[in-house]
C-alpha cells in the first residue's frame, strides 16, 4: 500500500490512501468533519486517532464517491461520512 495515513496540519486534513482496483486512490477528510460526524462531544481530539478508529466506515464513503464517478484525490465531506453508517 502506500504511505501511512497522516494528518496535514495546512490543510486541516487528515490525507489517506484506499486500494481501488489494486491501486492506491488518494483521499483526504477534515478534521471538522471526522470530528462532527464521529465525536461531537469530545474537546480536543486527535484527528489522525479518529480516523483510524473510524478507517472502515471512512474508505467505505471514498469507494461510494468513486463509484459516483469522483477522480482522485476524493475529499470527503460531513455528508458522505453520515451516510456511511445507514
Do not use: C
Not at 43 to 54: K, V
Amino acid at each position: 500500500m502506500a504511505d501511512a495515513p497522516f494528518f496535514h496540519e495546512a490543510s486541516g486534513t487528515v490525507r489517506f490512501w484506499v486500494l481501488v482496483d489494486g491501486q492506491p486512490f488518494g483521499a483526504s477528510v477534515g478534521r471538522e468533519a471526522l470530528h462532527h460526524r464521529f465525536r461531537p462531544t469530545v474537546q480536543g481530539e486527535d484527528p489522525l486517532q479518529t480516523f483510524r478508529d473510524n478507517s472502515a466506515d471512512i474508505e467505505a464513503a471514498v469507494h461510494r464517491r468513486i463509484a459516483q464517478g469522483s477522480r482522485e484525490p476524493v475529499m470527503l465531506r460531513e455528508y458522505d461520512l453520515r451516510a456511511a453508517v445507514s
